[in-house]
């Protein structure tokens, strides 16, 4: 979508390091976001074997629109380095894992399409710009919120589901 792109949360990071499952991890993130309406565009999605392990690379935007006007987007920049299985036993059970330093990145950006409409004419632009930071905020900030609140919701699931992997 072209047209006006606000960044509501830019770089918010989460670094790990310690055992987790790779597949697991892209299921959980694409299951989270699935349930909250979201559709993903997978921009790049790179594993590379190196002598001190695999290095794993995902970034991927999530989009919903919302109306005519506004698309809220969640984009996830996921790298692994230094990753290597691991056979784990818990509980008389066994199971591979990867461990790894893991860094991820979330933005929330909000798309807005003015293209074609009074909005974007220069003066009714600045004269909007001027009504909304001053008199009346409400209905950007209302997209803001949604997407601030979406890309920290993931940021928490996201703690909570390497948490899981914690011996």
């Known amino acids: 979508m072209s047209g006006e792109h606000k960044f509501v949360v830019d770089g918010l990071r989460l670094a790990y390091n310690g055992p987790f499952d790779l597949v697991d991890f892209y ?96 003066l009714f632009y600045f004269l909007r710009a001027l009504y909304d930071k001053y008199i009346y905020k409400v209905w950007t900030e209302r997209e803001d919120a949604a997407v601030r609140k979406h890309a920290y919701d993931l940021h928490q699931a996201l703690k909570d589901y390497f948490a899981r992997y914690q011996f």
């Open 27 to 122: 299921a959980f993130t694409e299951d989270f976001m699935r349930k909250r309406g979201f559709e993903k565009e997978i921009k790049k999605k790179v594993e590379h074997t190196l002598a001190a392990g695999m290095q794993a690379e995902w970034n991927v935007e999530w989009f919903r629109e919302v109306g005519n006007t506004f698309e809220h987007v969640v984009r996830i920049r996921f790298l692994a380095t230094n990753v290597t299985s691991v056979i784990i036993t818990k509980n008389d059970a066994q199971r591979t894992l990867q461990h790894g330093d893991v860094t991820i990145l979330v933005d929330g950006i909000v798309h807005s399409e003015l293209e074609g409409q009074w909005q974007k004419k220069p």
